[in-house]
């Protein structure tokens, strides 16, 4: 089967870009570096979500080395936080949101083959990470 795909281009957006080296850093220490600036019961919920992405991201991407980031306008939350992860070396990226689509529907077997082929021609072109199951962010400027 030839690989099948097409890209729509969506949007653009600012991301604080997790450094490669904070993978060595606990995200319990993360946590309590940032606590200090959740005075809600909602902002530590919003908190224990981003730890628990980063950890999710770190088990479901063991054997790719994809960066982690999030929108600026998500981390909000942290006010002045937003700050001290720019200390820890965070770096503000510019990222491109990109709609893949597979001629596929999801439930059949063509659809995870074309998206495996899909997903080897774009690792040659960029450096990406899957959002969902139908877009990726693309990094410009960013080295792995």
Not at 93 to 114: M, Q
Request: net charge negative; with cysteine; aromatic share 12%.
């Amino acid at each position: 089967m030839q690989a099948t795909f097409t890209m729509k281009y969506l949007r653009k957006e600012d991301h604080l870009l997790m450094p490669p080296l904070a993978k060595l850093v606990v995200t319990q220490a993360l946590y309590e570096m940032l606590f200090q600036y959740v005075l809600t019961p909602e902002k530590e919920k919003d908190l224990l979500d981003f730890i628990n992405r980063i950890e999710v991201h770190q088990k479901n991407n063991q054997y790719r080395t994809t960066p982690f980031s999030l929108p600026v306008e998500e981390l909000q939350f942290l006010e002045e936080g937003i700050e001290e992860l720019k200390l820890l070396c965070w770096q503000l990226v510019p990222v491109h949101v990109f709609e893949i689509e597979i001629p596929f529907p999801p439930s059949s077997e063509d659809y995870d083959k074309a998206k495996d082929q899909a997903e080897q021609i774009l690792t040659d072109l960029f450096v990406f990470n899957w959002q969902g199951e139908n877009e990726i962010l693309v990094y410009s400027a960013v080295s792995v």
